[in-house]
C-alpha cells in the first residue's frame, strides 16, 4: 500500500534562513507520480511542482528546490532564504496506478508540515 | 479568470440534517474530487468523478452523497449518517486523473451545531 510520511510536524525558522521539508514515500510500483502542495492560510491548496518516478534530475524555481532519491525513497523540498510569505502548510503526495491498465491513478497526500517564517 | 469555485465558506448543521457543498469549476475538466481535511491529518479522499455521470469511492465516502450531472459540477451531500462531520472540505479538479496536477478550490468549512 502506498504512504507519504512527512515526520516534521511544524517548523519555526527566522526570516532569511534556509529551511528543508523532508516525504519519505512507500510504493511497490515502478511508475509513480510525486507532488509537492502549498496550502496558505487562506486555505487552497497550490500546486508546487510534479515529478515521475523516471525523473531523478533534482529541480530548482527561484527559491525552491527539490531532492528526488528513488535509492532512499525521499522527495524533499527546501526553501532558500525563506520569507514570511512562505508561512503555510505543505503536502507531500504521491500518485501510482489503480489499475494495470493505467487510467486510474491513486492519490494519497503525507499529513503535512506546519511551516512558520518569522520577521 | 478560470478556477474552482466552492460555497459556502462557513456552514453549520443541527443533528439529524443532511447539508449540500456546491463545487462548480470553469476549467473544462473531466476528473473531480472532494477530499477531507482534518486538523493535522492531511487530506482524505471522499468521492471523485472522472466522467459525467460517473463517480467512485474513496477511502471515507460513508456518509456522503454526490452527483456530477453536469460537467462543471459536482456537488457533496453530507448526509445525517455522518456522525463526525467537522472538518474543512477541499474540492479539487485536474484534466483527466489524479497523476496529474490538481487545481483546488478554498474549501468550506462544516461545523456542527
Known amino acids: 500500500a502506498q504512504k507519504v510520511t512527512q515526520a516534521q510536524t511544524e517548523i519555526s525558522v527566522v526570516e532569511k534562513e534556509d529551511v528543508t521539508l523532508d516525504c519519505v514515500y512507500e510504493t511497490r510500483d515502478t511508475t509513480y507520480y510525486l507532488f509537492w502542495y502549498k496550502q496558505p492560510p487562506s486555505g487552497e491548496l497550490v500546486f508546487l511542482i510534479r515529478?515521475?518516478?523516471?525523473?531523478?534530475q533534482n529541480e530548482i524555481s527561484g527559491r525552491y528546490s527539490w531532492n528526488f532519491q528513488k535509492s532512499t525513497s525521499s522527495f524533499n523540498f527546501t526553501i532558500t532564504a525563506s520569507q514570511v510569505v512562505d508561512s503555510a502548510v505543505y503536502f507531500c503526495?504521491?500518485?501510482?496506478?489503480?489499475?494495470?491498465?493505467?487510467?486510474?491513478?491513486?492519490?494519497?497526500f503525507g499529513k503535512g508540515t506546519l511551516l512558520t517564517v518569522n520577521p | 479568470d478560470g478556477g474552482i469555485t466552492q460555497s459556502p465558506k462557513y456552514l453549520f448543521r443541527k443533528e439529524g440534517q443532511n447539508v449540500t457543498l456546491s463545487c462548480e469549476q470553469n476549467?473544462?475538466?473531466?476528473?473531480m474530487y472532494w477530499y477531507r481535511q482534518d486538523p493535522g491529518q492531511g487530506l482524505r479522499l471522499i468521492y471523485y468523478s472522472q466522467i459525467v455521470n460517473d463517480f467512485q469511492k474513496g477511502d471515507i465516502a460513508e456518509g456522503y452523497s454526490v452527483s456530477r450531472e453536469k460537467k462543471e459540477s459536482f456537488p457533496l451531500t453530507v448526509t445525517s449518517a455522518q456522525k463526525n462531520p467537522t472538518a474543512f472540505y477541499l474540492c479539487a479538479s485536474s484534466m483527466y486523473r489524479s497523476n496529474e496536477k490538481l487545481f483546488f478550490g478554498s474549501g468550506t468549512q462544516l461545523s456542527v451545531l
Open positions: 515529478r515521475n518516478s523516471f525523473d531523478e
Open positions: 476549467l473544462n475538466h473531466d476528473a
Open positions: 503526495a504521491l500518485s501510482e496506478a489503480h489499475n494495470s491498465g493505467g487510467s486510474n491513478y491513486k492519490l494519497t
